[in-house]
């Protein structure tokens, strides 16, 4: 599933297109009615956390924000979000931003809950699309996906794109792998949001030092919003914390050098897509850590919760149990 720093990357692809009329649209979606979407204007798009929101109104009106929030997170012209996307290009040694905060994604609405996006648009706020996407999911502007590899019966199938939108000015945007559902609103809560100025660390850091595994803790998106499991490997290798460690056993400066890693890499790997480069892994999916030491793989999570893959190198990333610590464990405030 994309993390935070690829959907942030979506909504730069979208941002573009913001002001611009739909004029035709198509893709195999059964969530929503593509039709409701023809000759309606993309006003505004958002990102919280894992989550890619599009805000769709009647031509000549890009003032109908549905809520406050919307108001003071979204960007209603192209010059802001310009504007946002050049405070996320690399700058130079020394003046790196602090990392972003991505917010707790909205509960899925039961399609059918609201009206078709036709009905009385003219007298209506903005309507909502949240994009939730898949383990491969993703967004192509002005070009479709080809087939890299062959299927199993040997044809060389392009992908089905889900949505597609065609604007009048020519370019379109391609939609894949992804769950389409209308909302309210994106309702965003910047201080869980790992891609915001305002993300919380102090909040963050009082999560961490639970007695919970770290590795369950990092994907928590009440906390965490828009970190997932390869942001997870990557700062737990490069903090040498063990993923099952107690975040309890740790120390004040343990925690604090996992969350850095987490933010620091996270801000890096959003760097390199929009440079389109590769960001160097250290451990996640290898077989040996840097070091040249055998790397280990397990499935880890919450006894009620989904189990995720985990890397780790076990001489660079030693676990901390309770009689290795020889005091009590830390006491979140």
């Not at 809560?189 to 803790?217: G, M």
């Not at 460690?245 to 050098?257: C, E, K, Y």
Request: proline letters at 8%; hydrophobic letters at 35%; charged letters at 25%.
């Amino acid at each position: 599933m994309p993390e935070g720093p690829s959907v942030k990357r979506f909504q730069l692809l979208c941002t573009p297109f913001v002001g611009k009329a739909v004029n035709k649209v198509g893709g195999s979606t059964r969530q929503v009615d593509p039709g409701d979407l023809k000759m309606l204007t993309l006003w505004d798009a958002q990102v919280h956390g894992k989550n890619l929101f599009l805000a769709f109104g009647a031509p000549g009106d890009n003032s109908k924000s549905t809520s406050p929030e919307a108001s003071e997170h979204g960007s209603t012209s192209q010059g802001k979000m310009a504007s946002e996307r050049s405070s996320f290009l690399p700058r130079q040694e020394g003046n790196e931003s602090d990392g972003c905060d991505p917010q707790r994604c909205l509960q899925e609405e039961h399609e059918g809950d609201l009206p078709s996006l036709m009905d009385d648009v003219a007298g209506r706020p903005w309507e909502w699309l949240r994009f939730h996407f898949g383990l491969y999911g993703s967004i192509r502007a002005s070009e479709f996906a080809r087939a890299k590899n062959a299927n199993k019966r040997g044809d060389w199938k392009d992908p089905i794109p889900r949505l597609v939108l065609y604007f009048d000015d020519g370019g379109f945007l391609v939609f894949y792998n992804c769950r389409i559902h209308r909302c309210s609103s994106p309702t965003a809560e910047p201080a869980t949001d790992i891609l915001s100025p305002e993300f919380d660390r102090e909040r963050a850091l009082d999560a961490l030092c639970k007695a919970t595994p770290v590795c369950h803790t990092l994907l928590d998106q009440s906390y965490f919003s828009g970190l997932g499991n390869r942001i997870k490997n990557e700062a737990l290798y490069l903090a040498k914390i063990h993923p099952l460690s107690l975040g309890s056993l740790l120390t004040p400066s343990d925690l604090r050098s996992l969350l850095d890693h987490a933010l620091q890499f996270s801000l890096e790997w959003l760097h390199s897509k929009l440079r389109g480069q590769r960001l160097r892994l250290q451990i996640y999916m290898k077989e040996k850590c840097p070091e040249g030491h055998e790397a280990k793989k397990g499935a880890f999570g919450p006894l009620d919760g989904l189990k995720r893959l985990t890397w780790w190198c076990p001489q660079c990333q030693p676990q901390v149990l309770p009689e290795d610590t020889g005091m009590p464990p830390v006491q979140c405030s």
